[in-house]
């Protein structure tokens, strides 16, 4: 069992979604924001990276296959 962790990098208010946790093979949909907010700034999808300099993922809307 693998898990997708999500963090709120310098997020003011709220939690991210919880943690999910999926099998190799099987494909997950990432979650939405949940209640994060950051001051200033609007959730635009997840990223592997907190700097934003890795693989972009729409939230809600992928089904993806992670490569394990």
């Known amino acids: 069992t693998y898990t997708v962790t999500y963090l709120g990098n310098n997020n003011t ?3 991210p ?3 999910q946790s999926f099998t190799s093979g099987n494909s ?3 979650s939405g924001p949940g209640t994060l907010e950051r001051d200033e700034y609007y959730f635009a999808g ?11 993922y729409n939230a809600g809307t992928n089904s993806i296959q992670l490569q394990i």
């Open 13 to 15: 208010a709220g939690n």
């Open 17 to 19: 979604p919880s943690i």
């Open 28 to 30: 997950v949909v990432l």
């Open 46 to 56: 997840w990223n592997t990276q907190p700097s934003g300099g890795g693989t972009n």
